[in-house]
């Protein structure tokens, strides 16, 4: 049974299409990144399926629909900031929140040392700092043990130590087992964090599934040597090379790993009487498989 | 599920400043503002002394009147704010994210709203009744309740200055438009709608009908009534609605504000 199902999503903001007959199916125990640029349509898709915004077409359901329209009672979800009550404190304000989820009375102690705020819990909202109110925003997500947790953007204007506890706290939440949905601008902590990925561009839905599934396992390499004409001539006739490009000073390619070794291609290429000056092999990361995506879509 | 909603909105707002500045303003004006009438030595006729603000039966209608000034500004102010200050700070789409549906946090509104009114007529009753029976020599229960009709068209009232009040909140939602068009409308503009509409096109009892004038009625200016004896010169209808006009005018307003704000609150993004 999925988590959530997503089916045909569209909204439209004028002529804009926000999102654009979006489709998506999230199952349990999913780390899902939602990846895009700014204004890609993260935050709408989020917001719709949250009851905050109105979809012009499409639909979209929590646990195959056996909550109803009570789903969000078992979702902890932020939304692109924190929002609180401005005069109340850290446990006034985790208490509206467990008034609303309907949960038994609780001591919020322990939640607030997870995020490292027990020792402000009796200052008001408004006095703490940006990357305070979005641990506290991640405090109050726990409450009633959600199935599902929503972040968008979670480390957006944080400093970097903001931005290492952050990340820190939702790689617990994520190991922990929880289903979690994380809309990012950021490759890097998506990679790091989650287990699926979807990337979005202009609301529409570009390629998604495992991060070990987009981040393919190609290995980039860069090649030279003293005759650069002669090694490209050389790669293109290699079945398990693609992609090749010459850039200033080397020529990079894409190597199938499953087919040949690094080390099987530079005797390959020896024996064509071709020496390198320049053997480097990298994974081909997240920000490569995302900006070849986007730019061809 | 009503106390809970109760309980859920007096966490959010024990601690707001101008809720509860609004409110001890309200508690402190509304037993107090009826002394004036002692300033007022000299009369008009036909009332005898200044005397009869304070007695019954006629102490309903004078502190009626007062709280007809003071729920409009304190309570309707404080409807409006239970709604736009949770648009500023979000909390109005946050509480919706964390659960609660959308019907459940328009209903928290409305029950709040009910309580108010609930409680604000209560105070009236209690400063009705010891005001009265203070002044009032020799009185006996049939005496104190003689007009206790007043009580229920008082509740009416304030649902009434409440529920304009929430219907600015959701269908506006910005702060400062709001809270300015809550006051200006019941101020400034009606008249102003009355005089293009009415003097101008129409001339007849329909003028009466607006909601701030038919809300207004329920609790009018006392004098008024005896001022609407004298014959007109212009008018040939009454300029005050009798007491079930403006019952029925104000409970169609008021099911029209509601209803504006629920559906407006249901189809809007937030």
């Given at each position: 049974m999925p988590v959530l199902q997503i089916d045909n999503l569209t909204k439209r903001y004028g002529k804009i299409k926000a999102v654009d007959n979006l489709n998506l199916t999230i199952d349990p125990g999913n780390v899902y990144g939602l990846l895009g640029p700014n204004g890609s349509g993260k935050t709408t898709t989020l917001g719709i399926i949250l009851d905050i915004l109105r979809q012009d077409e499409g639909s979209y359901q929590w646990f195959d629909g056996q909550h109803g329209d009570h789903a969000r009672l078992h979702i902890g979800a932020i939304l692109e900031t924190p929002n609180?009550?401005?005069?109340?404190?850290a446990e006034e304000n985790l208490e509206i929140v467990r008034q609303i989820k309907g949960v038994k009375k609780q001591d919020f102690n322990e939640l607030l040392e997870i995020v490292n705020l027990a020792h402000r819990k009796k200052s008001a909202f408004r006095t703490y700092s940006l990357g305070m109110k979005q641990r506290l925003a991640i405090a109050a997500t726990m409450i009633g043990d959600p199935k599902v947790l929503i972040f968008d953007e979670?480390?957006?204007?944080?400093d970097p130590q903001g931005i290492a506890e952050v990340r820190n706290i939702l790689k617990r939440i994520a190991d922990m087992g929880n289903t979690v949905i994380m809309a990012s601008h950021i490759l890097d902590e998506v990679e790091k964090i989650c287990s699926h990925v979807a990337i979005i561009k202009n609301g529409k839905l570009l390629a998604t599934g495992p991060v070990g599934a987009i981040l393919n396992d190609d290995v980039t390499l860069e090649l030279n040597s003293g005759d650069k004409i002669a090694l490209t001539h050389a790669l293109h006739e290699m079945s398990t090379v693609s992609a090749i490009s010459d850039k200033e000073h080397w020529v990079e390619c894409l190597l199938d790993e499953d087919q040949m070794s690094v080390e099987e291609l530079n005797r390959s290429l020896f024996e064509r009487g071709i020496i390198l000056t320049r053997l480097v092999a990298r994974k081909r990361r997240l920000e490569e498989e995302f900006l070849a995506i986007t730019q061809n879509a | 599920m009503i106390i809970k909603l109760l309980r859920l909105e007096y966490t959010k707002f024990k601690k707001n400043a101008v809720i509860s500045l609004l409110v001890f303003m309200f508690l402190l004006t509304m037993p107090t503002v009826i002394f004036i009438g002692k300033e007022f030595k000299d009369v008009p006729p036909p009332l005898p002394n200044n005397e009869v603000f304070f007695t019954f039966p006629m102490v309903w209608d004078y502190q009626g009147y007062i709280g007809n000034w003071l729920v409009f500004f304190f309570l309707g102010l404080i409807s409006v704010f239970i709604v736009v200050n949770e648009v500023g700070y979000k909390t109005f789409r946050q509480n919706i994210i964390t659960g609660m549906t959308r019907q459940q946090y328009y209903l928290s509104k409305v029950i709040t709203v009910v309580a108010l009114a609930i409680a604000a007529t209560l105070l009236y009753t209690v400063i009705c009744l010891g005001i009265g029976m203070y002044h009032t020599e020799g009185w006996t229960m049939s005496d104190a309740f003689y007009n206790s009709w007043a009580i229920p068209r008082f509740f009416l009232m304030s649902i009434g200055y409440m529920s304009f009040g929430l219907f600015c909140g959701f269908v506006i939602r910005r702060s400062g438009v709001a809270v300015l068009l809550y006051l200006c409308y019941m101020i400034m503009l009606e008249p102003l709608i009355k005089w293009a509409v009415h003097f101008r096109v129409i001339q007849n009892n329909t003028i009466n009908y607006y909601p701030s004038n038919c809300i207004e009625d329920l609790m009018p200016f006392p004098l008024y009534r005896f001022a609407d004896m004298v014959p007109k010169?212009?008018?040939?209808?009454?300029?005050l609605l009798t007491y079930s006009q403006a019952t029925i005018g104000s409970i169609v307003w008021i099911a029209i504000f509601l209803g504006v704000a629920y559906y407006s609150f249901m189809k809007r993004d937030i």
């Open positions: 609180f009550y401005p005069y109340l404190n979670p480390t957006n204007g944080l | 010169k212009d008018l040939d209808f009454s300029f």
